[in-house]
């Protein structure tokens, strides 16, 4: 079946880059997503791609999609402490792509 | 608007009692979701509708109905709780665009 691989903890330190890895198994995923979610809160969605796009910037955030490989990232430009929190991967597994398989997690840590 | 709503927000059972989670969106959303997250898993969908009047299994349905009431609405039932339903629930909308996702804040189910 379907599923969306993501490394569980990354740590760096304020104003670095950070960059958040992700690997998915549908090839016919019509979209992939990025999710934050801040301790005791709901998802709220970052950003998004469109699968026949290689690369989305979107202000601090870039989003960098490698088809071939099934390997989705998400670059956090200058990081700062608001920005510690859980980041969520996502693929779609239905054609309007709205059906969500959602990878583990990856817990940013920043410290300042 | 108030977005993507849901009660209770938190929800103690004993083993074997029933209880409905409700979620409702004032989005004029056509599609409706339910997942639950549990440490170290993500999120897994549990059960989604695309339109009024239409759902459809996720990856984990077993032990859960839902309803689709109207548009707004869309209900999660556990017949019979057991304590691997402890967990948190979100409840999602979603409208034409991949932009527009939302999530509710989710609801805390403790089963003793």
């Known amino acids: 079946g379907e599923d969306v691989e993501q490394s569980l903890f990354l740590s760096v330190r304020e104003g670095d880059s950070s960059v958040i890895n992700c690997t998915y198994t549908?090839?016919?995923?019509?979209?992939l997503y990025w999710y934050k979610q801040e301790p005791g809160a709901g998802l709220q969605l970052l950003t998004y791609?469109?699968?026949?796009?290689d690369m989305k910037q979107d202000q601090r955030l870039t989003v960098l999609l490698n088809k071939k490989d099934k390997h989705l990232s998400l670059r956090i430009a200058d990081t700062q402490t608001g920005d510690s929190a859980i980041y969520f991967c996502?693929?779609?597994?239905?054609?309007?792509?709205?059906?969500?398989?959602f990878g583990k997690g990856t817990t940013l840590s920043v410290s300042s | 608007n108030a977005g993507v709503t849901q009660t209770p927000k938190f929800q103690v059972l004993k083993t074997g009692q029933s209880m409905t989670l409700q979620c409702a969106q004032d989005?004029?959303?056509?599609?409706m979701y339910w997942y639950r997250q549990d440490p170290g898993m993500g999120l897994r969908l549990i059960y989604y509708?695309?339109?009024?009047?239409?759902?459809d299994k996720g990856e984990v349905p077993n032990g859960y109905n839902v309803s689709r009431l109207n548009k707004r609405e869309f209900s999660l039932r556990l017949e019979s709780a057991a304590p691997s339903q402890t967990s948190v629930y979100f409840c999602?909308?979603?409208?034409?665009?991949?932009?527009?996702?939302?999530f509710g804040p989710g609801t805390r189910l403790l089963v003793l």
């Open positions: 996502a693929e779609s597994i239905d054609q309007a792509g709205t059906a969500l398989i």
């Open positions: 549908d090839s016919s995923s019509t979209y």
């Open positions: 791609i469109f699968s026949n796009m």
């Open positions: 989005m004029n959303h056509n599609s």
């Open positions: 509708s695309a339109s009024e009047g239409t759902t």
């Open positions: 999602a909308s979603i409208g034409q665009s991949p932009k527009t996702q939302y």
